[in-house]
T-cell receptor, first 115, second 113 residues
Framework: GENVEQHPSTLSVQEGDSAVIKCTYS??????FPWYKQELGKGPQLIID?????GEKKDQRIAVTLNKTAKHFSLHITETQPEDSAVYFC??????????????FGKGTHLIIQP | NAGVMQNPRHLVRRRGQEARLRCSPM?????VYWYRQLPEEGLKFMVY????????ESGMPKERFSAEFPKEGPSILRIQQVVRGDSAAYFC???????????FGEGSWLTVV
């Protein structure tokens, strides 16, 4: 089955600086890579996703890059703000258009924005 | 448009009791997923259901756990004879169709005492 490794487990950055979280996956058949933000006591909220036919995707201060050859993908947050403080999870799955679609998650990165 | 609704948000059960967690998917979504999150851990896939069908239950423990998504009403995750190790946050998610974006609910926190 799929295995997703996520690093670092904790990341502390100064407000206004950039933050980068990295994930690797094991199953070369995986073709869908979402990122979720989870605040304390709440459910995961999708912030950005990328599919394997795209190398990079950007949405305002958030961007995701994908390297299929190396089987790794990264989340980049620029101009960090206090409200970016949360736990971020990467995930991977194979979307076939039918059959099982369970996401495999990394263990999460606790992002702390220092004022 | 209402999101994925889960209830109860918090549930306390004594060892040996049954826990029932309910999930109403987003409007128009017919695919439901259950995940479990242990403290300081990522989310682990448990089961994937469509209306009246279990598609993939490879992540669900073979004993005491069951899930259903009837033609009418919410999806139910049932845990029989709960043990302390069942204490966790249980998240439901839904999608419009297989291959579409998955949206999560706010979770149900189960505490077994």
């Amino acid at each position: 089955g799929e295995n997703v490794e996520q690093h670092p487990s904790t990341l502390s950055v100064q407000e206004g600086d950039s933050a980068v979280i990295k994930c690797t996956y094991s199953d070369s058949a995986s073709n869908y890579f979402p990122w979720y933000k989870q605040e304390l006591g709440k459910g995961p909220q999708l912030i950005i996703d990328i599919r394997s036919n795209v190398g990079e995707k950007k949405d305002q201060r958030i961007a995701v890059t994908l390297n299929k050859t190396a089987k790794h993908f990264s989340l980049h947050i620029t101009e960090t703000q206090p409200e970016d403080s949360a736990v971020y999870f990467c995930a991977a799955s194979f979307h076939s258009g039918g059959g099982a679609d369970g996401l495999t998650f990394g263990k999460g990165t606790h992002l702390i924005i220092q004022p | 448009n209402a999101g994925v609704m889960q209830n109860p948000r918090h549930l306390v059960r004594r060892r040996g009791q049954e826990a029932r967690l309910r999930c109403s998917p987003m409007k128009g979504h017919s695919h439901v997923y259950w995940y479990r999150q242990l403290p300081e851990e990522g989310l682990k896939f448990m089961v994937y259901l469509q209306k009246e069908n279990i598609i993939d239950e490879s992540g669900m423990p073979k004993e005491r756990f069951s899930a259903e998504f009837p033609k009418e009403g919410p999806s139910i995750l049932r845990i029989q004879q709960v043990v302390r190790g069942d204490s966790a946050a249980y998240f439901c998610a839904s999608s419009l169709d297989s291959g579409n974006t998955i949206y999560f609910g706010e979770g149900s926190w189960l505490t077994v005492v």
